[in-house]
């Protein structure tokens, strides 16, 4: 069973199938959230003995993030990248190593697909009160029970999810990942800078707790564990990797594309709200179909 699941799991496709198989591994991440949505009540209490243990440990650093967070006009800023670069780096860095590196590929797709399962049997036993609704914090007061499904916003989102940041392992995950597949390139050395700057934005707006974090590390440290298992020993790097410009080109592409499909404003558009995310939408089309003009081979090949 194990080698099925390894043949199936080592299977590699062209680049534009990978993303898609990418976004809906993460669609199906927000939807599975949704029904295990705990009560404020547990939520806030749960929030109360991580605070406790933060204390204990020496890990409750939140406050002076939350008070730089809170400053004009950091706080605008803030709030826009939360949303705004979490999805749009995980398809550049994916559309990067899926193009640079497919015979490595498979193996991040793994641990990418796999971090979800003890994320999300961490968020269904614990359900836990981000710290924007702890008012000692400076937030707060924390809604209602009702307020959960007082909008399509509040609706479709887990509103008690904090326990594993999945922002935070992203980051960490990228950053490793791309020193393993290019240890020696400055580009990958500079990744490291992602999961500190992911920090500051996710404890500064009060989404995440210190330990958060370390749980959406785990995740990923034991979705490495399944993968090693499904792939075995150490793929071979490519005998001839792409010109840099065709690796930068792609990833860009799928990074604008990302944010653009993610910005436009579906439900209630006002305005000339959608005209920004559909032009970025369009260069990053443009930037993905760009390659296939200068070169005769595809850009990554199915296996």
Known sequence: ???????????????????????????AWQAARIPLEGTVETSLANARSVRELEGALGLDVEGPFVRFGAAAPVDGILEWL?????????????????????????????????????????????P??????????GFGPA???GELAGSIDTLIHNSTAAIASQHFG????????SLWLAPRSPFAWATLAYPVLVFVIIVGTGNHY???????TLTFGLAAGVAAVLHGGREPRA???????????????????????????????RGWSNVVP????????????????????PLAESS
């Open 1 to 27: 069973m194990i080698a099925s699941l390894g043949r199936k799991a080592r299977t590699r496709h062209p680049v534009g199938v990978e993303l898609g198989i990418v976004a809906l591994v993460l669609i």
């Open 170 to 177: 992203f980051a960490v995950f990228i950053a490793a990942a």
């Open 143 to 145: 809604p209602e029970q």
């Open 210 to 216: 210190v330990l958060d974090c370390i749980v959406g």
């Open 128 to 137: 836990l009160a981000p710290p924007h609704w702890i008012s000692e914090l």
């Open 278 to 297: 559909v032009l970025v939408l369009i260069g990053g089309i443009a930037a993905v179909v760009a390659p296939r003009f200068s070169t005769k081979e």
């Open 82 to 126: 939360y949303t705004g670069i979490h999805v749009p780096a995980l398809f550049g860095f994916f559309a990067a190593a899926c193009v640079y590196a497919p015979e490595r590929y498979a193996r991040l797709r793994t641990i990418y697909a796999v971090s979800f399962l003890p994320a999300l049997l961490a968020i269904g036993l614990y």
């Open 239 to 269: 005998a001839a990797a792409p010109p840099t410009r065709t690796v930068i080109s792609v990833s860009l592409g799928f990074a604008m594309i990302a944010w653009g499909l993610v910005s436009l404003q579906v439900i209630e558009p």
